[in-house]
């Protein structure tokens, strides 16, 4: 477990928070790196508390947890074995079932557009700026948005380079406009996935929302790349 002095937002959805210290914070502050906790007393309170089957609950839970593991490697046993033109008709079945009126392009892209927007679509060079929501096909879990931080993303087209499925995905509508972008894994983060966000074999959701398409300004150099949608300035 865990003992931490500030908030862990990284941590969230990773571990469990069991409560917080009430009398011993002294104790806490004393503790140093590679100190060793010999015994570990945890007293109940409580009906509720005294009820609770620590071995049967985690038991459980690791059950679940070991037939969602094996399940999700057989998955991508399964992905792994087609071709990309066999993929995109299987991804391409599964989004329709949610999304009747999606539409498949021929790399295998799949989209449903809520407004068009101008007449206009990007140009290599030209500056997009937009706001996104980026989640996981596969659970809908959310990896990255520049709704949540309140600032959208500007970018020149083509040039400061994104996955291959998000750039086809802003070709699709202009100024004004808003689609729903699935895109295949092989438009994605490939079969190694994203360390840490993006799980292998991974179809990604974007919800994108075109604000402006301008010619570019002069651009200020900077020593990051722009290889995802995720980085900011």
Same mark, same amino acid.
């Given at each position: 477990?865990?003992?931490?002095?500030?908030?862990t937002?990284?941590?969230d959805g990773?571990?469990?928070?069991?409560g917080?210290?009430?009398?011993?914070q002294?104790?806490?502050d004393a503790?140093?790196?590679?100190?060793?906790m010999k015994?570990?007393k945890i007293?109940?309170v409580?009906s509720?508390?005294?009820k609770?089957n620590a071995?049967?609950?985690?038991?459980?839970y690791?059950?679940a947890?070991a037939?969602?593991?094996?399940?999700?490697?057989?998955?991508?046993?399964? =992905?792994?074995?087609?071709?990309? *033109? @066999?993929y995109k008709?299987?991804?391409?079945n599964? /989004?329709k079932?949610? #999304?009747?009126?999606?539409?498949?392009?021929?790399?295998g892209?799949?989209? =449903?557009i809520?407004k068009t927007? *101008? @007449?206009?679509?990007a140009?290599?060079g030209?500056? /997009?700026t937009?706001? #996104?929501?980026?989640?996981?096909r596969?659970?809908?879990?959310?990896?990255d948005?520049?709704?949540?931080?309140?600032?959208?993303?500007?970018?020149?087209y083509?040039?400061?380079?994104?996955?291959?499925?998000?750039?086809?995905?802003?070709t699709?509508i202009?100024?004004g406009?808003k689609?729903?972008?699935i895109?295949?894994?092989?438009?994605?983060?490939?079969?190694?996935?994203r360390?840490g966000?993006?799980?292998?074999?991974?179809d990604l959701?974007?919800?994108?929302?075109?604000l402006?398409?301008?010619?570019s300004?002069?651009?200020?150099?900077?020593d990051h790349?722009?290889?995802?949608?995720?980085?900011?300035?």
């Amino acid at each position: 477990f865990f003992i931490t002095h500030i908030p862990t937002p990284w941590l969230d959805g990773k571990h469990t928070v069991f409560g917080h210290v009430l009398q011993g914070q002294s104790i806490v502050d004393a503790i140093q790196q590679d100190d060793v906790m010999k015994t570990v007393k945890i007293i109940r309170v409580g009906s509720e508390a005294k009820k609770f089957n620590a071995i049967e609950v985690f038991g459980k839970y690791y059950e679940a947890f070991a037939k969602a593991e094996k399940e999700r490697q057989e998955k991508i046993a399964k =992905i792994s074995a087609m071709s990309q *033109d @066999e993929y995109k008709t299987y991804m391409y079945n599964e /989004v329709k079932v949610k #999304y009747p009126n999606a539409v498949l392009s021929p790399t295998g892209l799949v989209y =449903i557009i809520d407004k068009t927007g *101008d @007449e206009k679509r990007a140009q290599k060079g030209e500056q /997009v700026t937009l706001h #996104y929501n980026g989640t996981l096909r596969a659970d809908g879990k959310k990896f990255d948005s520049s709704y949540d931080r309140n600032q959208p993303m500007p970018f020149k087209y083509l040039e400061q380079r994104m996955i291959s499925g998000f750039e086809e995905g802003v070709t699709l509508i202009g100024q004004g406009g808003k689609a729903k972008i699935i895109i295949p894994y092989y438009q994605a983060y490939g079969a190694q996935g994203r360390p840490g966000a993006i799980p292998p074999y991974s179809d990604l959701v974007f919800d994108i929302e075109i604000l402006s398409i301008t010619a570019s300004p002069t651009e200020v150099p900077h020593d990051h790349d722009h290889s995802d949608p995720n980085h900011k300035h």
